[in-house]
């Protein structure tokens, strides 16, 4: 036996039940809508009016303060990052390397695809500073002075 069951045209009882329910008891529920948000309910239902402003000539385009050039400078990063950043902003511009624990040795690893990185650095900084990959540093070799001489062969001061 096969029964056919078609979509009665018109909304259903139970959806018009719920929606008298809901017409009936809208004031409440607007005032518990209000209390929850703090009055935000209301306000937003409110239709904003914006002040027209008559005779005046608005034009926005880019940005109003100009945008100071980039001061580069080289860090060492306490993670052992070594980064160009700007030294007015603070952001970082470039990764440079890391400075990597190998048999109890700290060694600063330029940042080039023969050492694993995804993203490395340019072929004209990975030659300025191919002779300080591996760069061993101890008590008389600081990070300070890595970041002083990848700074001078870079030209970054």
């Not at 050039?69 to 052992?80: D, F, H, R």
């Amino acid at each position: 036996m096969v029964e056919i069951i078609s979509k009665r045209d018109g909304p259903r009882r139970e959806d018009m039940q719920v929606k008298r329910l809901i017409e009936q008891n809208r004031s409440t529920i607007v005032r518990l809508a209000d209390q929850i948000s703090g009055g935000g309910y209301s306000a937003s239902r409110k239709p904003r009016q914006q002040p027209k402003a008559e005779g005046l000539i608005i034009h926005v385009g880019g940005s109003a303060a100009p945008v100071a050039e980039a001061k580069p400078s080289i860090q060492v990063t306490m993670n052992g990052r070594v980064i160009s950043k700007d030294q007015n902003t603070g952001r970082q511009l470039h990764h440079i390397g890391d400075i990597r624990n190998r048999g109890g040795d700290q060694i600063f690893v330029l940042a080039t695809k023969q050492n694993g990185f995804f993203s490395p650095v340019d072929e004209t900084v990975a030659e300025a500073l191919a002779g300080l990959d591996g760069s061993r540093l101890a008590a008389t070799y600081t990070e300070e002075e890595l970041a002083a001489d990848i700074g001078a062969k870079l030209g970054i001061d």
